[in-house]
C-alpha cells in the first residue's frame, strides 16, 4: 500500500464526511488514479468504492455506476461470496439501481444480499428482514403489490419476533405494507396498519417528529378515500403543525399542507374553515409571485368552488372570472390553465340553469379541445353534450338538431351503431323532430333509440322508460291514442318506486 495512495484517500474521505464534495472529488480521484498505478486490485475496488459513495450521495448516479461494478466485479473475484466488502457492494448497487428508477436491475443483488445474509445469519435474524423489506421496495416500486405484501409480511415477521410489535423498524414495515394495501385497493387493511405504524413511531421519537410525516400523508389520503373527512383533517392538521416545525412557514411543502387541509375541510362541509385556509395560502403565494399568477389562479379557483359550494354564487363567478382571466394573460387562452377555468364557469352556470351564460363557455371548451384533442375524443364530445342541453333548454332547436346529428355519427363511428350513446343521441333528434312537427323522422329515431337502450341497458332501465315517454307523445299527437297509452303505462311501471 502506497502511502501516497493513503495520504490521498485519508484526505478525500475526510472531505467527503465535512461535506467538501468539491475536495472529496478531486482527492479520491487521486486515490483511483494511484491505486490504477500500483495495479493492486483490492485497493482498487476500495477506491472505486468511495469515489462512487460519493456521486452516490451527490446524486451523480451515472457517474456512480460504473464505479460500484468496477469494485464488485474486483471483490467477486478476490473474496468470498460472504464477504463484508462484496455485502457492502451489493448493497451499494442495489441502492444505486433504485434511485435511478432501475428496479429490475436493483433487484438481482437484492436477492443475492437476502440469500448471503440468510445462509450467514440464519433466516430470521433482523438483517434477513431488513433485505427483505428492501426487496418487497423493489417489488413495489416496480408494481408487483402481491410479491411485495408477502415479503413485507415475512420481514414484518421476522423483526417483531426479534425486537417487539412496539420497534421503530416495526413501524417502518407495517407503513410499507400499509402502502402496498392502498395500491390494491384495500383501505379497510390499510388504515388500522398506518395508525398502528403512527403510534409506534410517535412513541418512540416523539409527536412532532418529521419521520411521522409520510405516515400521516398515507392515513389522510385513505380517510380521505373511506369517506372519514373528519379524520384525514385532524391527520392534516397534525401533518400541518409538523411541517410548520420542520419548515419555514412559507415553505412551499407547507402552503401545498395547508391546501390540502382547505380542501378536507370543504369535503366535511367546513366551507369559512376551508375559505379561510384558502386565503392564508393565497396571501403566502401572492406575496412570492404577484397576483397574475397561475398558481394564485388555482387558489382563486378554489376559493370560488369553497363558495359554489355554499350557495354564493355571485361570489363564485366573480372569482372564477378573476381566475380565467389571469391564466389567459399569463398562460394563454388556449392553455390547460384557462381551459380548465372555462370548465369551471360552464359548470357553474350550466348546473344553476344560465343556460345562455353557459352557452358561450361550452362552444369555447369545445372548440379549444376540438383542436387539441380532435371530435372523437370524449373530453370534445362532454362539451358538445353539454352544448346541445344548453341550446335545448333556450329552445334553439337548429342548432342543438345540427350539433346532434354531428354527435350521432361521431359516436356511431366511435362506438358502434348500438351504444347507449347513440341511442342517446337519437332519442334526442327524435324530440326536436316530433317538436318541429317532423313526426316520421322522429318515430325512426324514437324507434331506433328504444331498441338499442332496450338491447343494451335491459327492458327496466330507466332510458328505456323515457324513450316510451317520448314515443308515447309522438303516437298521441299523430292520433294513435291507445298506443299512446299503452307505452306510458309501460313507463310508468319502469319509473314506479320499488
Known sequence: MSMQWEKYFEQGTEAFAEGNFEQADAMLKAALAEAERLDDKLILAMSADRLGELYFETQHYQEAEPLFIQALQIRESMLSEFDDLVVA?????????????????????????????????????????????????????????????????????????????????????????????????????????????????????????????????????????????????????????????TLAPNHPEVVDCILNLAASYLYEGRFADSERFYKRALTIRERAHGRQSPDVAEILASIAYVHQSDNKYLLAENLYKEALAICESTRGPQSPEAESKLWDLACLYHNHHRYPKAEPYWKRLADIREHRLGLSHPDTQVCMDSLIVTYLQQSKYKEAEALLKQLTELRQMNLGPDHPDVAACLHYLAEIMRQDGRYDLAEKNYKRAL?????????????VAHSLEGYANLLAATYREAEAEHMRICAQAILKPA
Open 89 to 245: 457492494s451489493l448493497n451499494n448497487l442495489s441502492a444505486l439501481y433504485f434511485f435511478q428508477g432501475k428496479h429490475e436491475l436493483a433487484e438481482g443483488p437484492c436477492k443475492r444480499l437476502t440469500e448471503i445474509y440468510e445462509k450467514v445469519l440464519g433466516p430470521n435474524n433482523p438483517e434477513v428482514a431488513t433485505s427483505v423489506n428492501n426487496l418487497a421496495l423493489i417489488y413495489a416500486a416496480e408494481g408487483k403489490d402481491r410479491q411485495a405484501e408477502e415479503l413485507y409480511k415475512r420481514a414484518l415477521d421476522i423483526k417483531e419476533k426479534a425486537l417487539g410489535r412496539r420497534h421503530p423498524e416495526v413501524g417502518d414495515i407495517l407503513h410499507n405494507l400499509a402502502k402496498v394495501y392502498m395500491a390494491l385497493g384495500r383501505y379497510d387493511e390499510a388504515r388500522p396498519l398506518l395508525q398502528e405504524s403512527l403510534d409506534v413511531l410517535e412513541e418512540s421519537f416523539g409527536p412532532e417528529d418529521a419521520d411521522l410525516m409520510p405516515i400521516l400523508i398515507s392515513l389522510a389520503a385513505v380517510c380521505q378515500i373511506l369517506g372519514d373527512h373528519h379524520a384525514a383533517s385532524q391527520h392534516l392538521e397534525r401533518l400541518l403543525g409538523i411541517k410548520e416545525i
Open 451 to 463: 331498441d338499442i337502450r332496450t338491447k343494451t341497458l335491459g327492458n327496466n332501465h330507466p332510458d
